[in-house]
């Protein structure tokens, strides 16, 4: 059974920091791994996706990799804004094209 | 572009009434469609996933039920609702085992 950990649980930095949240997972047997979004109260807005023959993909100051043989990925935020306060939720898709969620980093970031 | 609707956007039920809550995705056919719970304090966890019209497929026993009458329509359902099944509920679609997006949510108090 896939397990996805994140590290750290919650992180607080100065506004213009960059970062890297971390994602484990126990089964290297995955069709991608995606990270996202979620506001307090709000649903989930995906950020980036990695298929599994990929090893990082970026999207404005977003980046993400993946490396599958040691069973982690990371997400880099550069120039840290407080719009970028959030919870982030790294998934891994398994057999069936379901996710397997982390349990999240909560992030704030201060001005 | 596609997108994903759940409604209600709350609710509020007593313990022993009924549940239905909907979901619709426009602007693509065929979708995979996926309901996810998120209560207090825990990750997102997979209830029911949809690979087409009538088919549903369940991931933990429980005291809830899921249809799919139409090819963009997904229900979740309980004919008696517990105390347990409070929390924050996520309906997402996919095409094709890529990146899945998720609707607003839906939050629900069992009082």
């Known amino acids: 059974k896939q397990e996805v950990t994140q590290i750290p649980a919650a992180l607080s930095v100065p506004e213009g920091e960059n970062l890297v949240l971390n994602c484990s997972f126990t089964?290297?047997?995955?069709?991608?791994l995606q990270w996202f979004r979620q506001d307090p109260g709000k649903g989930l807005t995906s950020l980036l996706l990695?298929?599994?023959?990929?090893r990082e993909q970026t999207s404005g100051r977003l980046n993400a990799s993946l490396d599958k043989s040691s069973g982690r990925s990371t997400l880099y935020i550069a120039a840290s804004q407080p719009g970028d306060s959030a919870t982030y939720l790294c998934?891994?898709?398994?057999?069936?094209?379901?996710?397997?969620f982390g349990t999240g980093t909560q992030l704030k970031v201060e001005l | 572009s596609q997108t994903i609707h759940q409604w209600p956007a709350t609710l509020v039920q007593p313990v022993g009434s009924p549940l239905s809550l909907e979901c619709t995705v426009e602007?693509?056919?065929?979708?995979?469609l996926y309901w996810y719970r998120q209560a207090a304090g825990r990750g997102l966890q997979l209830l029911f996933y949809?690979?087409?019209?009538?088919?549903i497929s369940s991931e933990v026993p429980q005291n809830l039920s899921a249809s799919r009458p139409q090819d963009r329509q997904f229900i979740l359902s309980s004919k008696k609702l517990l105390l347990s099944d409070s929390g924050f509920y996520l309906c997402?679609?996919?095409?094709?085992?890529?990146?899945?997006?998720f609707g607003p949510g839906t939050r629900l108090t069992v009082l």
């Open positions: 990695i298929q599994s023959s990929q």
């Open positions: 997402a679609w996919s095409v094709q085992a890529i990146a899945q997006y």
């Open positions: 998934a891994s898709t398994g057999g069936g094209n379901k996710l397997t």
């Open positions: 949809s690979v087409g019209i009538g088919q």
């Open positions: 089964d290297s047997a995955i069709y991608n």
């Open positions: 602007g693509t056919s065929n979708p995979n």
